[in-house]
Each structure stands twice: as structure tokens, then as C-alpha cells.
């Protein structure tokens, strides 16, 4: 992997300049006894790819659910380009460019690997049940569009060959990339994925990198849960620490890599 | 329309055009065409559960209820209100509409056995209205004095007239749901089917789209039900009871859940069945049909129509690997 | 098959005219007729209202035969209870359990002619067996089933059942003699059997037993840690396996003794299965899934509704009323009024 595509101190910056497009403010999740998140207050800037690590049970999963709208914080609030978006069901969130992927695969596994991705371009298309069942031309033409832009989707990603098998079928390195493909397909602004290289190989993984990078630099901002630190290390330009559902510690990769506080959480009594 | 379908399509036009012609020349099985009839009806009914079963992946243990909603509606606005029958019939229709989303809306937030008992519970509840408000329903002596439907001044009542109108709903329905399947609402129906949590994520309204596949679902049940009375001539509460809800489950189960055309080979099968070869067996009627449901969804969950393309339909759970998406 | 209405019974028993006259119970019915379960206390309350007796009388009729009837509902939502928290399933043929074990009874105590202290436990004893048949070969092969072919499985299972039941002693309803003989006694102006409180009184033991049993037996606290969490009871050796069993035997049980101490009082039918199910999984539900003091209290708050509905209002929508307060808490609070909501949320419905 290429170390020197990782922007230096100036480029980040002058990113963090603007306005963030993800801004956590005091977010608490509490279930039951147990407190998950606790006054989790961050920012993202716009552009960038975010890692969130911490030690297993750190309530990075959980985090990820509040963003994303599946679980609604019990306290503190969750902006996305500056507009709180706390309480809004998930399916508006995602309409608003937030998507994501899972930490255990949630595949449409019965379903084409072009019929996956092309239920992720449902917010960016519109025809309901009257268009559809009496088969409007209007609905038509959007058919062919969403089946189009999937194809290319699945181009980008390498999986083109597989469009037609059942997403099932397929071995989980790719279907870790096809749940990527298919949120892409949402068009979103950020993309959450959750411990993507789980189960992946060392190739699988550096394609996985690369394909993270591409989708940056194509200007969407991404936010990665992942517990392989060369991965971490090699693609983010930031990284936020959680410990027992609080932020322990920001920053870049080389800070965070030799933070004392960091260091014990992982490797001390923790 | 996939091709395969496509042309499974033209051979039931063509089946159900030449089946009449073909059976009222042998007395045995002269009959047959009211048998039909009947088939149709009850088809459009499971069409619409085997949307809501097969593609969304919801239960419903009420279907009984709107084709009841239906039934009742035409028969009480005709027999007590004098109304045109097929106003009568788009009002029934529209009462299980309303019906559907009130019922459907608090209902589809439950998942599995939840939901399927509160399906149970709004069809029992609704059959026993249609027992207790004698005043309209005629209760459980039954709506008598139904009059027939008529098409500019001229009524309907020849059975070969009736299959040729059921069957044709039938055929448009048909049409439409796999339009809808074949489409954006489709792959998100079984996308809310396979991993709801998944589809929520990627901007599918899951909840919106199962209250209106359930109403879709509770409208045609209800249009059937308006078809049953006008044929019928009269109702009997007992036709809208929950065995029959469990019937219709049968009926799309044993064809195989995720199939339209299973829907109805199956209840093109049990009627038959029911009616013909099974007369013998009164008794046993409700014995058998437990055996058959227990067989369908231990043995052969994907239904009869697995049976037909092994390539289609996974053994585990109903699922559909299947071949390329088509062009059009 | 079966002990029938006969006129030479037993004093004690409802005379069968009367039920006849009273309940609408007549021979062919329909298919699929599900008709709602009279309980019959000595006065019907059409007659209560019509002013045969005084208003505090009526009220002390209708709470009686509401509580008998409620322990019927606490009874059968436990059976739920017990099913749902070893296995997190709605068991759809709970109701069919309670049929078969008033059917049973009538069969040993009536045609073969038992007497009542061996028949009623052959009963229990034989629809046990029926609960064991069904989650050893019909569950068991079941494992990879999704939720809603466990669902359809429960359902054929419980129409197999009234199928069977129906071929094996028709659509007649059939009815016990009462577990002692013996005239209605009266309580303020209110006719109250003595089988009324052989309900309540059998319907206490068994929770007491319960109770004893989850609580003091290594058996019952492996039940418990099961519905917790399996797979941590499994590595504890618990075999998890065998506590399923037993919990369908166990509910399979219960059931048959809420059919067999009721029949003598209401009649029992081929059909009636499905609404005693229907209604003891919403005293289930409304007591909150799982919890066993919930499904006492839910189940006599059930009785009791639908017997002050059944005397005031209506006596044809009293089936109705159950229903409603079903829907009612699945939909607004379906933790029950004693579940908490996040336990509502986590278990898998």
C-alpha cells in the first residue's frame, strides 16, 4: 500500500476548515443496566476516512446504529451536514446519504448480486406500486436507469462477472465487497462500514483498501469500525478511540498509534 | 415479466379459454366449470396473501375476514341499501382498504408470532360480527336475496359468464402483481423479506410497504368476496371463519410461498380436492388438511411448484436463485 | 365415544336441556363453527338481567363465573408462558391441549368408564404424551425452519389435532359429571357450583406446584436458565434439549387439567381449542410473555371482563372482548402491563 497517499498535516487542515458532515454531540446510549455510549461528542470532516477502533465491547457497533437511525441514542444528539438527524427512521437517514454495511453480512442472499445493488438505489429512484404494477413507461425508463447505474456500481467494484449469481452463493470476500458495492449504490455522502476486512485475507484486504481510497477520493466521507490496525493505519486520516462507550482519544494515525492511554486500553488491564 | 413466465402466462390464457369448451362435453365433469369459478374466486384471494406472504414475508391469519368485508359489504348495500352491485363492490373493497391500514399499521410493527396472532385475533373478532349484527348480516342464518350483478341492464348469471369475469380479474391481477414483483417495490419487498434491517438501511420504507402490501392483499380478498356473493346468492358467516383464513394459508403454501403461480396451482388443488375427491371424506377434512400443511412446511417448504424447476427454489427456507435478470 | 348428554346423570351435572336451550348448543354444526364457551354457574344471565335476581346477586354471579372461567385463561397462558420461555415460541396448539384433556376425560371417565380420580390423570397423562409427540417429531425436525414456517408448523399441528379430535368423537359437545356431586350453593343471592371451585381450587394447585417446581427443583431452575440464555445453559451441561421437551410436556399437562375441570362445568368440543387458545395467549400477552405471576393476574382480569361483558352488555361479543384487549396490548404495550419494554424488545418475536 501506498504510504504517501495519506495527505499530510497541511491538506487535513484546511479539510477540517468546513463544516464537518458528521457532528456527535453528547451521544449516550443506555439499555437496560447497560451503558453502551457514554457523552460520545466528535466531529467528522467532510472528505476524509474516519477509523473507529477500541477494544471489543467498546460500543463502536453501537455507535454505528445511531448514526445510522437503527437505535435511537437515549441522550445527546447526531448531526449529519449540520442537520440533526436523531430520531429520524433509518430509512430517511439513508435518503439523506448516510449508508452503511454490517458487521456480520446482511446480504439479500436469495437475491442476484445486480438485484442487491440494485435495491440500494431505492432512495435515488421513485416509482411505487401504481407506476409499477400497471407498468408506466416513466417506471421503465427508471428500471433501465437503476439497472445501468448498478452495472457500473459492480464494474467499480470488480464484481461484474458475478451479477447474475445469487448473492448467497458467493464467497465472503466478495460478499463483503458486494454489501460495500450496494451501499455505494444509495449514492450516500457517508458511508459507515462496519468491520469490512472481517474475515477477509491479506489480498482481500488490500483490495478492500484500495477500494476505500477510491471511494474517498471520489468525495465520499467514510467511517470505518475496524479491528485490523494495518488497515486502519495504512488508509485513515483520522482516528477516534472508544473504551467502555467513551472517547478516549483523536487523532491522526501516527498520534493515535503511540498514545499512552491508547496503548493501555488495548494491551493493559483495560 | 420473465420469459418463462411470459409464457406460462399464454398457456393459461390458453388453458382457461379452451378448459370450458373441453369439460361441458362429458357430464362427469360438466361441473367442473362452477368448481372453477369458485378456484378463481379464491385465487384472487391467495394472490394477494402470497404477496404478502411469499414476497414480504408477513403472515396474515384474517384473509377470511376482508374476503367477509367484501362479501358482506356487497351483500348488505345491495340487499338492504338497494346500491348498484358494482358500486357495492368498489365500496367493500375500499372498507377493506381502510380496514387493512388500520389494522395494519399498529399490526405490522410485530414481528412473527406476534403479527400472526393479531391477524388471528382481528379475523376471529371480525367473524363475530358478521355472527352478532344479525340485523344486517342475516347472522348465522345467513344474507339471503342477493341480486346478481348486471352489466348494462343485463344480468349475470350463467356460470360460463362468471368464469370468463373471474378468471379475466384473475389474469389482470396476476398481471400486476408480477409487474410489481418485477420492480423497484418488488426487490424491496423482498429485500424487507430477506434482512428488513439491511433494507431499512439502504432507504426502503419497510413499515410503509408492508401496511400497503397488506392492504393490496386485503383489497383483492375483498373484490373475491363481492364476486362469492353475487355468485353465491347468499352468505353464511361460516365461509369467513378462521379455518378458511388457515385455508388460504394452505392453499399458497402448498403451492410453494414465493410463487404466484403456486398460489394458484394450490388452490386450484384443494378446491378440487375438497370438492371432488375428498367428498368421502368429510370427516376427515380438517384431519387431512393439518397432515397436508405439517407435510408442505416440514418436507417441501418451497411448495409443489419446487418440484417444477429445481434451479428456482432453495430446499432450507424458500428462496430464489434464479437465472439472469432478464432485459427488457 | 364418550360420556353424551345423558338424562340419567348425575345430580350435579348441567342438565343437558338446559344447556341446550341456553347455550344454543345443537348437534351438526357447520365446519370451522367456533362457538364461544358458556360457563354456566347455575343461572344464565340473560336470566340474572331479566330480573330473576337482585342487582348485587347478578354482580356476585358474574364476578364468580368470571374468576371460574379466568382461572381457565390463567391456566392456559401459562402453558404459553412456560413453551415461550424455554423456547421463545408461540405455541398455537396450547388451546388444543385443553380440548383434548376435557375430550380425554370424557373418553376414560365416560366409555371406558373410569372413575373420575383415575380418568382425569389418564387424561392429563395421555395429552402429556400428545405434547412430547409434537415437539419430538414435528419441532425437532423443524430445526432450520424460519420463523414463519414455525409459525404454519404450530398451526397444522393444532388443526391435525381438532381434525383428529373431530373424527374421533364428532362435532357433539360432550360433558363430565362434576368432581363431587352436589347442589349450587348460595352466596348472597349468587348460585355458585361446587365444580366452579374445584377450578379455582385444582387451578391454585397447579400454580403452587409451579412455583415450587421453578423455584425449589434443580429441573425447574434449568428451565429457567434455558429461557435466559441457552447457549451459556448448554455449556453448563444443562441439556437444553430435554428442557424443551419438558416444557411442552409440561404445558401439554397443564392445558389437559384446565380442559378436564372445566368441562363438567361449560362442555367441551372438537372446536373449542382455538378460541380458549387464542384467549389464554392474550391473558399471556397482556400478563406479559414469560411472566408467570402476569398470566394469573391477566387471566382472571380476562374472566372477569368477559363475564361482566357477557351479563351487562352482550353476551355474543363476550368472545370479543378478549380478542379486543389482545390486540390492544400487542399493539400498545405488547410487554404485557408486568413485562418491561426492553425485554419486550430483545426477545425475538
Known sequence: MNRSSIPDGEVLNSMEDSDPILTLEGVGMTFGGVTALRDVAHEVPAGIIQAVIGPNGAGKTTLFHCISGMLQPTSGRVLFQGRPITGLPPHRIACRGVSRTFQHVALFKAMTVLENVMVGRHPRSRSGFWAAGLRLPGMRREEKRIREKASEILDLVGLADAAPLAAGTLPLGKQKILEVARALATDPRLLLLDEPAGGLNMNETEELGELIRRICSDGTTVMLVEHDMNLVMEISHRVLVLHYGERLASGSPGEIKDHPDVVEAYLGGG | MSPADRRLFFLAVLFLAVFPQAVSSFDAVSHYVDIMVFVGIYSLVTLGLCMLMGYAGQISLAQAAFFGVGAYSSGILTVHLGWNPWAAMVAGAVVAALLAWAVGIPALRLKGHYLAMATLGFGVIVHIVFKEEGEWTGGPSGLVGIPPLTAGGWELYREIHWYYLVWGTVLVALLFCFHVIRSRVGRALMAIHEEEKAAEAMGVPTARYKVQVFVLSGVFAAVAGSFYCHYVGFLDPNSFDLMWSIRFVLMVMVGGMQSLWGALLGTALLIFAGNEWLHVFAEYEILIYGAILLGVVLFLPSGLVSLFSTHRFSRKSPGRAREPAPEE | ?349
Open chain 3, 1 to 349: 365415544m364418550g360420556a353424551r348428554c345423558r338424562r340419567d346423570a348425575l345430580p350435579g351435572l348441567v342438565p343437558c336441556a338446559a344447556a341446550r336451550a341456553l347455550g344454543n348448543v345443537h348437534g351438526a354444526l357447520p365446519l370451522g363453527t367456533s362457538r364461544a364457551s358458556g360457563v354456566f354457574t347455575g343461572v344464565p344471565p340473560e336470566e340474572a338481567r331479566r330480573g330473576g335476581l337482585k342487582l348485587e346477586a347478578a354482580f356476585l354471579q358474574y364476578t364468580f363465573s368470571g374468576l371460574t372461567i379466568g382461572a381457565i385463561y390463567a391456566l392456559v397462558a401459562l402453558g404459553y408462558n412456560i413453551i415461550y420461555n424455554v423456547t421463545e415460541v408461540i405455541n398455537f396448539a396450547q388451546g388444543e391441549f385443553v380440548m383434548l384433556g376435557g375430550l380425554f376425560a370424557v373418553f376414560f371417565a365416560g366409555s371406558l368408564g373410569f372413575p373420575l380420580w383415575l380418568g382425569f390423570p389418564a387424561a392429563v397423562a395421555v395429552v402429556a404424551l400428545v405434547g412430547l409427540a409434537m415437539e419430538r417429531f414435528v419441532l425437532r425436525n423443524a430445526r432450520n425452519a424460519t420463523v414463519l414456517s414455525f409459525i404454519i408448523i404450530t398451526i397444522a399441528f393444532s388443526i391435525l389435532l381438532k381434525g383428529t379430535a373431530m373424527f374421533a368423537w364428532g362435532k357433539d359437545p360432550y360433558t363430565l359429571p362434576a368432581f363431587t356431586s352436589g347442589k349450587p350453593f348460595f352466596v348472597g343471592g349468587a348460585a355458585i357450583q361446587p365444580q366452579a371451585l374445584w377450578v379455582l381450587g385444582i387451578g391454585g394447585l397447579v400454580v403452587a406446584g409451579l412455583s415450587l417446581f421453578f423455584h425449589r427443583s434443580m429441573y425447574g431452575k434449568a428451565m429457567l436458565a434455558c429461557a435466559d440464555n441457552p447457549a451459556a445453559a448448554r455449556m453448563m451441561g444443562i441439556p437444553v434439549k430435554r428442557m424443551v421437551l419438558l416444557s411442552f410436556v409440561l404445558s401439554a399437562a397443564i392445558g389437559a387439567v384446565a380442559g378436564g375441570v372445566i368441562t363438567p362445568i361449560s362442555l367441551m368440543e372438537y372446536d373449542r381449542g382455538a378460541l380458549l387458545g387464542l384467549k389464554g395467549f392474550g391473558a399471556a400477552v397482556l400478563g406479559g410473555l414469560g411472566q408467570f405471576p402476569g398470566a394469573l393476574v391477566a387471566g382472571l382480569f380476562l374472566g372477569l371482563t368477559e363475564s361482566f361483558c357477557a351479563g351487562y352488555l352482550s353476551s355474543g361479543y363476550k368472545d370479543a372482548v378478549a380478542l379486543i384487549l389482545l390486540l390492544m396490548a400487542l399493539f400498545f404495550k405488547p410487554e404485557g402491563l408486568f413485562g418491561s419494554r426492553e425485554a419486550a424488545s430483545l426477545k425475538r418475536f
